[in-house]
């Protein structure tokens, strides 16, 4: 009774004070993104609607382990951080709440948000194969499964098994595949690499253009960024190696997203939901493709120049939300395969 009449209080302030409310209003965000890449959003969403955001940037895992920490008490309203798998280790420690308005149902795919509602992509990024031009010609190219092929062997670059984006790819693949499958995949893989993981995706890409390797798996965006870089050498990294995207004859491209989520803990929730409302504008998907090379998520609006290069794919269609499901599994076949 008494959560009701408070409910009935604040309303009727918020109408007799709409203004002066709308002034002190916040919203508390959680973000795993380099400041850069989230607070001239963030600015602009307070400049159009009056709302206070606090920023606390941190680590992915990091801030997952904070919510932890904080509990019920966490000033946390938002958390935004990358990968689908990532999220739903927060949605398994019992961090999120449900995430719901009808913009937000309308604008974002059904199988780029979880299932249960506890958070949705914001942007979405694919996972293809890069091939060093001189070295490989994309015929040769097909599947993710056809990197075991023997013609692969000792020529193939990709991160540690611990990094979530190759967790989630292999937990893509015991969907598509099942688990023995994808340990086959796996094994075969890692066999075929041309030196033990280590670095990260844009590591990969330059030692592919180095020629340490013919063929790295990586991001789409990190490639985007060395095709944007200020360094002429940058450049030159991304010249010198193609874009191929498997599966395209099937279920498509492995895709993944960076994706936001409402804490259990919030207590700015209408702020919540008109910032995430914001984050899907087209104005906001068009600066992520632009400033990030990721691919917009809301439909209608075009990516960037640079990903529109890239030309279209067949992006998995697969359900992120068993990429989080599947994880578990992945990282345990990944450790079997010798994958390090
Ligand atoms: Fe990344």
Redesign the pocket.
């Known amino acids: 009774m008494m959560s009701k009449w408070l409910g009935v209080g604040s309303l009727a302030t918020v109408v007799l004070t709409g203004g002066l409310q709308l002034a002190s209003a916040e919203v508390n965000i959680y973000s795993a993104r380099t400041e850069a890449l989230i607070k001239p959003l963030l600015d602009k969403f307070t400049v159009q609607t009056g709302i206070e955001v606090n920023l606390v940037s941190g680590g992915d895992d990091e801030l997952i382990s904070r919510l932890r920490i904080e509990g019920s008490k966490s000033r946390a309203d938002l958390l935004i951080t990358?990968d689908a798998g990532r999220l739903h280790r927060a949605k398994a420690l019992n961090l999120l709440g449900e995430l719901h308005s009808e913009l937000i149902d309308a604008k974002v795919p059904a199988n780029l948000r979880d299932a249960d509602g506890t958070w949705i992509g914001l942007t979405m990024?694919a996972r293809p194969i890069f091939y060093r031009k001189s070295k490989v010609d994309p015929a040769q190219l097909s599947t993710y499964e056809a990197l075991t092929d023997a013609q692969w062997a000792g020529r193939i670059c990709i991160r540690s098994s611990s990094n979530i984006?190759n967790q989630s790819l292999i937990a893509s693949l015991i969907a598509s595949d099942g688990a023995a499958a994808a340990e086959t995949f796996a094994k075969g893989l890692v066999a075929n690499l041309a030196k033990p993981p280590a670095g990260?995706?844009t590591d990969q890409l330059k030692a592919a253009a180095a020629g340490v390797c013919d063929l790295a798996i990586a991001?789409t965006?990190?490639f985007g960024r060395l095709v944007d870089s200020d360094s002429a050498e940058d450049r030159q990294v991304a010249e010198q190696l193609g874009v191929f995207w498997p599966n395209q004859a099937d279920r498509g491209t492995h895709v993944n997203i960076s994706g936001i989520a409402l804490t259990r803990s919030a207590k700015n929730t209408a702020e919540a939901v008109a910032l995430v409302e914001f984050m899907l504008t087209a104005e906001a998907q068009n600066w992520y493709s632009e400033v990030n090379s990721e691919y917009p998520i809301v439909s209608g609006v075009e990516p960037s120049a640079t990903l529109a290069g890239l030309g279209a794919f067949k992006a998995d269609a697969l359900n992120l939300t068993l990429l989080g499901e599947n994880n578990r599994a992945a990282v345990e076949l990944m450790d079997r395969a010798g994958w390090k």
Request: net charge neutral; proline share 0%; charged share 25%.
């Open positions: 990358a990024r984006y990260g995706d991001n965006y990190y």
